[in-house]
């Protein structure tokens, strides 16, 4: 079966890094999404990745490692706007999304 | 400005009665996804389409109907078919092609039925 697993919710402090781990088992896997969504708003897009290792971008950083089924989302210096559900998601065979049920990040000062 | 667009954004409705939620976009774009989201879940898929004229089902279809006529446009109906219509509902649409399809949202309809 096809199946993705992340936390439901995660407490961070402002100006901390927080890690979002998120496993997943998908027929002819085809890359993994992270998204962010901010409540009530729709989800817009933050990295993919389709081979192992680490993607960078700014604040944000996306790793995969395809043999054992698993990506994180790493989230530096955070900041209140921060607080959001954070989407994983990975694309099978036919190129559709298996989405998880997502983590909520909540961010203290 | 490209984007998508979905209307309205706040829909009340009484039992029984069919409704229709608007998706529109001027990316371009191939595909069309409608997604449903209830609290505490993810993503849903009701329905895609990768081609005008051409649909498929997805995941939870019974209960709604699309159509594709043009290439900017997906409506979706929530009939009275569907138990439990009350949630969240998102369109997207992706370019096709080999290299990962990046899926961009509208805005979202929240349904409430009374």
């Known amino acids: 079966g096809q199946n993705i697993d992340q936390p439901t919710e995660m407490t961070a402090t402002e100006g901390a890094i927080v890690q979002i781990n998120c496993t997943y088992q998908?027929?002819?896997?085809?890359?993994l999404f992270w998204y962010q969504q901010h409540a009530g708003e729709a989800p817009t897009f933050l990295s993919y990745?389709?081979l192992d290792g680490l993607e960078e971008k700014g604040r944000f950083s996306s790793f995969l490692s395809r043999s054992k089924g698993y990506s994180y989302l790493l989230l530096k210096e955070l900041q209140m706007k921060d607080s959001a559900s954070y989407l994983c998601?990975?694309?099978?065979?036919?190129?559709?999304?298996?989405w998880g049920a997502g983590t909520k990040l909540i961010i203290k000062p | 400005d490209g984007g998508i667009t979905q209307s309205p954004k706040y829909l009340f409705r009484k039992e029984g009665q069919n409704v229709t939620l608007s998706c529109e976009q001027n990316?371009?774009?191939?595909?069309m996804y409608w997604y449903r989201q209830d609290p505490g879940q993810g993503l849903r898929l009701i329905y895609y389409?990768?081609?005008?004229?051409?649909?498929q089902k997805g995941d939870i279809a019974e209960g709604y109907s699309v159509s594709r006529e043009k290439k900017e446009s997906f409506p979706l109906t929530v009939t009275s078919a569907q138990k439990n219509p009350t949630a969240f509902y998102l369109c997207?649409?992706?370019?096709?092609?080999?290299?990962?399809?990046?899926?961009?949202f509208g805005p979202g309809t929240r349904l409430t039925v009374l």
């Open positions: 990745n389709v």
């Open positions: 389409s990768q081609i005008v004229n051409d649909f």
């Open positions: 998908t027929s002819g896997f085809n890359g």
């Open positions: 998601a990975s694309m099978d065979s036919n190129y559709q999304l298996i």
């Open positions: 990316l371009n774009h191939d595909a």
């Open positions: 997207a649409s992706s370019p096709l092609g080999r290299d990962y399809n990046e899926q961009f």
